[in-house]
């Protein structure tokens, strides 16, 4: 069990479960076993594994939202001894062992291990789980776009994604909702001349037309396209300066802006 390997034990694997309109819990599992992440509901989680003879062992949540966690009463109804890994704090019922940065997540079960990563902005309480050259990111990286603040300030925001992107290039990123198509919109508006952009806007464009998934993603190409990845880039600072109708010198101010212009997008 090696967390820093770059990829997922043998015969182990993540699947996309499809949840209310646009969310994703993620599966990982072997051909018995599964943990799942995020059951913002529990019958899409327990279809899932009636339908592939697995066994639900362990639950991740990355932060309190009633589409990230509102499974996890029914899911433990069916097996109580059920650990249910997230946020500490105590706000988030059914939680029954809570963690925070740096704390390492041994999920024997499917031969994982995971490192906590504390990502306030979305939510104050916003955590991610990484390993096995992959993050799942909860609503805090999405591809193209980011999570609204809804608790955190902008600068907090900032500084998690900035952790985020210290993952080295090849990280695979699990995010939990389907928005890459919509933020492919506003990342062009911010950046029409980018051409890594454009193709992948191509792409995404293709993929969701044929009503494929668009994720994992991976931080190399968040680093390429994603606008809240880029406010350090020339060409986003100008575009962020115009919006906001004055000259904005450092990152954060940048990204601040890049986040108000988002949400009246
Ligand atoms: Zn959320
Ligand atoms: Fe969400």
């Keep these: 069990m090696n967390r820093m390997s770059d990829a997922l034990p043998d015969g182990v694997q993540i699947s996309a479960i499809p949840a209310f309109t646009d969310n994703y819990i993620w599966c990982l599992h072997n051909q018995t076993h599964a943990v799942v992440v995020d059951p913002g509901d529990a019958e899409p989680v327990q279809a899932f594994c009636k339908q592939n003879g697995l066994s639900l062992e362990a639950v991740l949540i990355t932060h309190h939202h009633r589409d990230h966690t509102g499974g996890i009463a029914r899911l433990a109804s069916a097996n109580p001894s059920l650990p249910v890994i997230g946020p500490a704090g105590g706000h988030i019922r059914g939680i029954t062992r809570s963690v925070d940065e740096g704390d390492d997540i041994h999920l024997n079960?499917?031969?994982?291990?995971?490192?906590?990563?504390?990502?306030?902005?979305?939510?104050?309480?916003?955590?991610?789980?990484?390993?096995?050259?992959?993050?799942?990111?909860?609503?805090?990286?999405?591809?193209?776009?980011?999570?609204?603040?809804?608790?955190?300030?902008?600068?907090?925001?900032?500084?998690?994604?900035?952790?985020?992107?210290?993952?080295?290039?090849?990280?695979?990123?699990?995010?939990?909702?389907?928005?890459?198509?919509a933020n492919m919109q506003f990342a062009l508006a911010v950046e029409p001349d980018n051409e890594e952009l454009q193709q992948h806007a191509n792409l995404i464009e293709k993929l969701r037309s044929e009503d494929n998934i668009t994720l994992p993603s991976s931080m190399q190409k968040e680093k390429a396209i994603n606008p809240f990845l880029r406010s350090h880039k020339s060409s986003v600072a100008a575009a962020a300066s115009q919006w906001q109708g004055e000259e904005l010198d450092d990152d954060t101010a940048v990204f601040t802006a890049l986040r108000r212009w988002k949400d009246q997008f």
């Design 109 to 181: 079960v499917v031969n994982c291990a995971f490192t906590v990563m504390e990502l306030p902005g979305h939510t104050l309480d916003h955590i991610a789980f990484y390993g096995h050259g992959l993050v799942l990111c909860g609503d805090t990286l999405f591809s193209g776009g980011c999570g609204r603040l809804f608790e955190g300030s902008p600068a907090q925001m900032h500084h998690s994604l900035n952790k985020l992107k210290r993952l080295p290039d090849n990280t695979r990123v699990f995010c939990t909702h389907e928005y890459t198509q």
